[in-house]
């Protein structure tokens, strides 16, 4: 299964949740690569904690270079074997893998694509997608030029057997609603940038989920009963609305995630032990795991 993780914004939790949703499946021992097609800033190294990765790999050995033909091999990094995080070496599973594929520490933003880049973007991903469970790539968000190379490369007829998903996340705020609305429906988004290359904008609209990032969690207990909780409740209720009349609500909701207080520090993988040791709310863990569940499960993918 390959999985693009998109945004219309920045900083919409897609490759915090994207990363941990990749960890969470390789604890149920699924195999999973992560790319890190976030061309214009390849941090996921920092995500996986993993020394000397955190912008990208040097040496012209990561995913810029590979898709411009200057290398044969894009660099995979297994994360156990590599991250700080001892806690995350020292995981026991079977069958389980989490495998990064850095972009290059000097990589930037491609200006444009040509055939040559979509070529070795579509055999990359055939490659993955035959050896993984499950190919998670993390995408530069908005109309970028990743979310065009992977429209075409998987418009092209090698991929077009393979399942295919994608997962738009957006904050749940109006503004960020709206956005991911636009980045699907809207001229230039999603559905027309893919009907422009090949795809049937119908089909592609059956593989399009949504994830709500970092939502507050409303109840007596921390809001109180007073005109602020009532504003509070209201314009849940308001947003609510907007998601549905936006088409990012209802059974094209894959899911959310609750505000949790070490990812607004930190971009990190939440671990079990961070539970036990009390630092992270098992309440986002439980989110992780239920995002996980669905992402795999076929149900989830019923045309809406
Ligand atoms: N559930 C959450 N609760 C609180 N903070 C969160 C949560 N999820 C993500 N964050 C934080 O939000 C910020 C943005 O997240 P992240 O970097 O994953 O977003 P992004 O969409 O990948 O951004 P970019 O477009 O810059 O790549 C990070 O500091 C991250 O730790
Ligand atoms: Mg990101």
């Known amino acids: 299964m390959i999985v693009f993780a998109t945004s219309d914004k920045g900083g919409t939790g897609r490759s915090v949740t994207s990363c941990n949703l990749g960890y969470r499946m390789c604890v149920k021992g699924k195999r999973v ?11 996921a190294g920092a995500l996986f904690e993993i020394s000397g990765a955190e912008r990208g790999v040097p040496d012209n050995a990561g995913l810029h270079s590979y898709l411009q033909g ?27 893998k989490l495998v990064l594929l850095p972009g290059d520490s000097g990589g930037a933003e ?20 035959q ?19 992977a429209l075409k490369a998987t418009a092209l007829p090698q991929l077009a057997e393979r399942m295919v998903r994608w997962l738009v ?12 609305h636009g980045l699907v429906r809207g001229e230039h988004g999603l559905l027309d940038g893919g009907k422009r290359v090949g795809h049937d904008p119908d089909a592609l609209l059956d593989r399009v989920r949504y994830i709500r ?9 921390t809001e109180g009963s007073g005109p602020q909780a009532a504003w509070l ?22 899911g959310e995630t609750p505000v949790e207080p070490i990812l607004q ?14 630092i992270a709310n098992r309440a986002t863990v439980e989110a992780f795991e239920k995002l996980a569940d669905r992402v795999l499960d076929p149900a989830s993918w019923k045309p809406v």
């Open 33 to 43: 690569a992560y790319l890190d097609f976030d061309f214009g800033s390849p941090t």
């Open 70 to 96: 200057k290398t044969g091999v894009a660099t995979r990094i297994d994360v156990r074997d590599s991250t700080d995080r001892h806690q995350l070496r020292k995981l026991r599973t079977r069958t389980g």
């Open 110 to 129: 491609f200006k444009q694509i040509d055939n040559g880049i979509v070529a070795k973007c579509a055999q990359l991903l055939l490659e993955v997608d």
């Open 131 to 149: 050896s993984f469970d499950v190919c998670l790539v993390d995408l530069s968000a908005g109309r970028s030029v990743a979310m065009e190379l």
């Open 169 to 180: 996340f957006h904050r749940w705020t109006r503004q960020h609603i709206i956005a991911a």
């Open 213 to 221: 990032t970092a939502v507050p969690v409303l109840n007596d207990e």
């Open 233 to 254: 409740h209201e314009q849940h209720t308001e947003l609510k609305r907007l998601a549905l009349t936006n088409k990012v609500g209802a059974s094209a909701l894959l």
């Open 265 to 278: 520090w930190r971009e990190q993988l939440i671990l079990d032990i961070d539970v036990d040791r009390k």
